[in-house]
C-alpha cells in the first residue's frame, strides 16, 4: 500500500517562508517523478515543482523560480521524503499544495508528465499567506 502524506502548511505573512515535507513510500521502480502540485480556490491545479530521482533533476513552475526549491532525501528504506523549501511568499501563493507521483514516465521523460500522469496523490496541505 502506497502513501503519500503532506506536512509543514500553515499561515504565514507576505514575506514569509515555509518548508512542505512530503513522506512517500519508495515505489518498486528504479525511478519515477515526484512532483509539488497546488490549487487555489477557482484554480485548476497547477505543478509547481518536480523532481526525478533517476538523477534528483528539478523543475519549477516561472511564478515561483528562485523563490521555491526542492529536495528529497532518501536515506531511509522504505520512504522518501521531499521538501519544498517556500521563500518571499505572496498571497498568490495562497493554496491546497498537494505531492504527487509518476510511475510510469520513461526516465528521459520524468518531469515531462502532466497533471493526469500522476496516479498517486497525497491529501495536500493548506499554506496560507496573508498579512
Known amino acids: 500500500q502506497y502513501r503519500i502524506v503532506e506536512s509543514g502548511g500553515g499561515l504565514v505573512q507576505p514575506g514569509g517562508s515555509l518548508r512542505l515535507s512530503c513522506v512517500a513510500s519508495k515505489f518498486r521502480q528504479d525511478y519515477y517523478a515526484i512532483a509539488w502540485f497546488r490549487q487555489a480556490p477557482g484554480k485548476e491545479r497547477e505543478e509547481v515543482s518536480c523532481?526525478?530521482?533517476?538523477?534528483?533533476?528539478?523543475?519549477?513552475?516561472d511564478s515561483v523560480k528562485g523563490r521555491f526549491t526542492v529536495s528529497i532525501d532518501n536515506a531511509e528504506n522504505t520512504v522518501n521524503t521531499v521538501y519544498l523549501q517556500m521563500n518571499a511568499l505572496t498571497p498568490e501563493d495562497t493554496a491546497v499544495y498537494y505531492c504527487a507521483v509518476d510511475v510510469t514516465a520513461p526516465r528521459a521523460e520524468l518531469c515531462r508528465g502532466t497533471l493526469s500522469d500522476y496516479v498517486f496523490w497525497g491529501q495536500g496541505t493548506q499554506v496560507t499567506v496573508s498579512s
Open positions: 523532481l526525478a530521482t533517476s538523477d534528483g533533476s528539478t523543475t519549477y513552475a
